[in-house]
């Protein structure tokens, strides 16, 4: 998880440890989505380079890695801690790792380099209507020719409204989480009224068309949360 902006003082992105526990109770259903990951990049025949936006500590990417062509990598977050933690988990891979501390917006319009896969974990969502159209475009100009985007975030339901969302969501934290208390489930349910503004899949799919991808498919769907993959 990262964001464009600092942000509020919620005490969520103080510390990694509520999020540790969030994912290691699979209460955002990491280990489904991370098995699809692994099997998408599998697919790919080449050797590959990938920019990691928002990569946070690495933890569920990095054992993904180790079991496939990867020749470089580059994770992108706002925050120093979790990029020092990525470091270590990130240290069995032999290809080279660049970790830089910066939003990945900005990044990307900075850098000059393209990436065979872009990979965004949990992060778009905090970005505003307009900047995440301006994601798509710098993503699309930072891929290369036959480069893929591979995306993982929340999705609003078809003619869901922001605050209904924003209220079931909490509703299933505080029914459904399990492995953390119920002031660590309080403080996730702030961070996300306070941070969180997801697209539908309708939405995205028209930024992701308006910036030049060809072709923007659902890989998997695990409540509001999906796996998308994006291509030129």
């Not at 098995?35 to 025949?45: E, G, P, R, S, Y």
């Not at 936006?53 to 180790?66: K, T």
């Not at 850098?111 to 699309?140: M, N, P």
């Not at 893929?148 to 505080?174: G, Q």
Request: a negative charge.
């Amino acid at each position: 998880m990262t964001q464009l902006h600092e942000p509020k003082q919620d005490n969520f992105f103080q510390s990694w440890t509520i999020y540790r526990k969030i994912v290691a109770a699979n209460n955002m259903f990491h280990e489904q989505i991370y098995a699809d990951v692994k099997q998408l990049l599998q697919q790919q025949t080449d050797d590959f380079s990938l920019l990691d936006l928002g990569c946070g500590d690495a933890a569920c990417l990095a054992p993904v890695l180790r079991d496939v062509a990867i020749n470089a990598y580059t994770g992108v977050d706002l925050s120093a801690p979790a990029l020092a933690l990525a470091a270590e988990n990130l240290s069995a891979l032999s290809c080279p790792i660049q970790l830089e501390l910066n939003d990945l917006l900005s990044f990307m319009q900075q850098q000059q380099h393209q990436y065979d896969v872009i990979f965004s974990s949990f992060a778009l969502h905090h970005l505003s209507h307009a900047l995440k159209a301006q994601f798509f475009q710098a993503a699309r100009q930072s891929l290369a020719t036959h480069g893929v985007l591979l995306l993982i975030d929340t999705f609003r339901e078809p003619n869901e409204a922001l605050p209904n969302y924003l209220s079931a969501y909490c509703k299933w934290i505080n029914n459904d989480w399990i492995g953390v208390s119920a002031e660590e489930k309080a403080l996730a349910c702030q961070h996300i009224i306070d941070n969180d503004i997801p697209e539908t899949l309708a939405d995205t799919e028209q930024l992701a068309e308006q910036a030049g991808f060809a072709q923007c498919q659902e890989i998997s769907n695990y409540r509001w949360h999906k796996v998308l993959l994006l291509s030129n």
